[in-house]
């Protein structure tokens, strides 16, 4: 790597794009770039503005320590992430010992984009630098250049084992196909399909948008994620007659109306399964009657589920009165809920109760019962709940939510209230304490365990 200074100048020390680093959510100048970078874990965030003299001055700075530490840390480089903006790393969290980057384009920098002609030799420096990349996860809203950027991944010997940019069709496929094992776009064009499904034997995790151009789907595979509205049937159907139901163990958002009709099948592996209900009143009780059946007879070594709902106000209160969903729910290690700001009542409160050996993860649950009821919930329940939150129906102030204070040590609480007309605030409840902010009328309740 003679020429190391070169390429990475491309990086931005030389080249007018200006680097910081960032360890977790704390951005670190760019002259202290290279104490960072032995760390193998780092960001790089693409600025303007940066003087080239100052950019001149960090590469004098930097001895031969740093360099060899540098390329060695590249080199082990295994996993890329490119970010449209800066707040998609909140909540992503990495390891040293990940041996993985980011990069975050700003002011419209695209992955390959078609108004800067340097972002060619700008991504040929970075697959220089790190020769042993096998996984490219892209977060951007434009694909214009999508065949551009995997021609010279492959120029450069890449050979990517996962591969995720979210909402591109997919027409070519350089790599092998024996290595993929995890796949992650919009569509397929029907061409790679047959590849696909005939040659990239190791694929493990697929994730679509679009499948309708699939017949089946190939052996071997672990987890299947739908991003496309379409009926239940149609999607089931088509899992139930290929290889894949034999292997498959993660389904995720799979689409359920009252269209749906039982499978006779068994998914003899499946432990988790996400749901989106989408159902109206005529016939609501039938349907999730149904639903519960088929999960309760279908998928023997369920574990985790994950319930997304809208439509008819009242489907959670009616899902959760159907007497075998307890059996469903007791044998779980995970339920998600997420109530999408439906109305719930302290029937379901009181079927989670039974739930005593699952996390509990609920969000937008919006509770109209009685109010103490909720508390109560969350006080005995605290060390299922994992996430919760809460828009509260209910004239409650700040000073009612007291019985929720034994809850700080293990878990994190938020409380949001009204500031001004139009807005609200949010703050932790600790930092609520004179009598002023415990008068103050609640909006909503977030509780996230530590």
Partial sequence: MGDFWSRFSSLGLLQGYPLQLEKGLKVVQSSYFWQLVRMKSFAVILRHKMKIQDRMENVRRVSKQWKYAAEDSLRMERKLTWLVRQLAIIGMKIKPTDHHSIIIGCCGLLPMS?????????????????????????????????????????????????????????????FP????????????????????LNEATNLKHLELMKCDNWPTFPAGLL???????????????????????????SLDRIFFDEEFDPQTRIFPKLRHVSVDI???????????DKLIAFLAAKMPVLESLSLHFDGFDGTIDILFSIPQVVDVLRRLKKLYIYGHNQPTSVNCLNILRSCQNTALFMEDFDYIGNFNHLLSFLVDMSANIKHFSSYLYLRVNVSDLDALQQLQI?????????????????????????????????????????
């Fill in 114 to 174: 078609p108004f800067r002609p340097d972002m060619v030799k700008y991504w040929g420096n970075i697959l220089s630098l790190c020769p042993n990349l096998k996984q490219l996860e892209i977060y951007d809203p434009c694909h214009e250049n999508l065949t551009k950027l995997v021609n010279l991944l492959h120029s450069h010997d890449i050979k990517l084992n996962l591969f995720s940019y979210k909402g591109i069709s997919l027409t070519e496929w350089p």
């Fill in 177 to 196: 196909l024996e290595n993929l094992e995890s796949l992650a776009v919009g569509k397929v064009s029907d061409e790679l399909v047959i590849k696909f």
């Fill in 223 to 249: 987890s299947l994620k739908f991003e496309e509205y379409s009926h239940f049937n149609d999607k089931i159907a088509k899992l139930l007659n290929s290889p894949a139901l034999y292997t498959i163990e």
């Fill in 278 to 288: 989408r159902l109206v009143e005529e016939g609501c009780l039938e349907s999730c």
């Fill in 410 to 450: 293990s878990h994190e609480i938020t409380i949001s209230f009204p500031d001004g007309l139009d807005d609200f605030s949010e703050l932790e409840i600790q930092k609520l304490v004179t009598e002023e902010d415990r008068q103050k009328e609640v909006l909503g309740i977030k509780i996230t365990a530590n």
